[in-house]
């Protein structure tokens, strides 16, 4: 950031105000309806069950290029009809459909998607069909590793159709990127090693192994779990508040926040425009880990635009962190500015 020539970070196109820049409702339109076309396509002839065990013998003939598909669940309705015509929505909530494909650390991966969201998955025997209906496709496409996004692997794993050692390395192979990615931040901002970290989720999957990863490397770590309250010693300090909880979290402390605070959120999903704004008034910046570098085709929607989400990168010790800026551009060059002049306290 600042008057250097180039940023790692990526930052959303928004407005001085944080407000985006909405295209043409009559391109809008069309390009809603042709991507929804593009699902129905795909439905009919990739992601019926013919399709895909041809496409597994392709696969086995060439040798398996393609080791892993990667299951998507929306954060939302909004994403459900951003993606499939209504009509399709009832028979595409546990029943994965190809939707895209991706490249990430030097081999391709398939995309798969359910209409299906959280609120879904406490449904009695809903994880329990949808863990089916991944195995049989896999072994149609000749794939023996399946990720899940989200909440997805915790979930199914809580009750019973997910092995613990399968998220275990998972929330391992996470936490080595938010790692990597908080380093990268800290040098974006121009802050030191003595800058404390407050980890929120701290005792959670995610949490624990990055935890260690950050005391190990000599950092000031205080974990903070989604009913424990905020370290007052740390108020007006400069800190970054790592946010690996669950959904919602993050508003439920929003005011025991203060400024001199920068939030890192791999939480899925991204916070919300409102959450967004209130923070700006607070002036809290907040960067969000999009992932890993890789390519998406069609890319991912919204903050996770661009990479790779972590939950679905290639088992890899050198995957690279994607973050982008998701708070307003006037807070934004505030922190260019305190950046270049290296001030000693956001807050200042």
């Not at 879904?120 to 949808?130: I, R, S, T």
């Not at 770590?221 to 919602?248: F, Q």
């Not at 890993?292 to 010790?317: E, H, Q, T």
């Amino acid at each position: 950031m600042g008057n250097r020539r180039t940023s790692p970070i990526q930052r959303a196109p928004r407005t001085d105000s944080g407000s985006s820049r909405p295209p043409a409702e009559k391109g809008r339109t069309l390009k809603n309806f042709s991507r929804k076309t593009l699902v129905l396509l795909s439905i009919v002839f990739l992601s019926n069950p013919l399709a895909l065990v041809l496409l597994g013998l392709v696969n086995r003939m060439l040798l398996r290029p393609v080791r892993t598909f990667f299951v998507v669940y929306p954060a939302g309705r909004r994403f459900v009809d951003h993606y499939g015509f209504k009509f399709l929505q009832p028979h595409l909530k546990k029943t994965p459909v190809i939707c895209g494909v991706y490249f990430q650390g030097g081999t391709p991966g398939l995309i798969f998607g359910i209409s299906g969201t959280e609120s879904d998955f406490q449904q009695p025997g809903f994880l329990a069909e949808l863990k089916s209906n991944t195995d049989r496709i896999g072994r149609w496409l000749g794939i023996s590793k399946i990720k899940y996004s989200g909440i997805l692997p915790s979930a199914m794993h809580r009750k019973g159709v997910l092995d613990a050692l399968e998220v275990k390395r998972k929330s391992q192979r996470v936490s080595q990127v938010v790692f990597r990615a908080e380093q990268q931040l800290r040098e974006e901002l121009s802050l030191g090693a003595e800058t404390a970290v407050i980890l929120l989720g701290g005792r959670g999957s995610v949490g624990s192994p990055l935890q260690r990863l950050l005391q190990a490397d000599g950092r000031t770590v205080y974990s903070v779990d989604c009913d424990d309250p905020m370290p007052e010693n740390l108020r007006g300090s400069r800190v970054i508040l790592i946010d690996v909880a669950r959904k919602g979290a993050l508003e439920e402390h929003m005011e025991q926040l203060w400024e001199g605070i920068v939030i890192l959120n791999e939480t899925y999903p991204a916070p919300r425009r409102r959450t967004l704004q209130q923070l700006e008034q607070m002036d809290i910046p907040v960067f969000h880990l999009t992932g890993v570098k890789g390519i998406a085709l069609p890319r991912f929607p919204g903050a996770y635009s661009g990479g790779i989400p972590c939950c679905g990168m290639n088992d890899s010790d050198d995957n690279q962190p994607l973050i982008q800026y998701l708070s307003c551009e006037s807070l934004r060059k505030k922190l260019a500015q305190q950046a270049t002049a290296g001030a000693p306290n956001i807050a200042a």
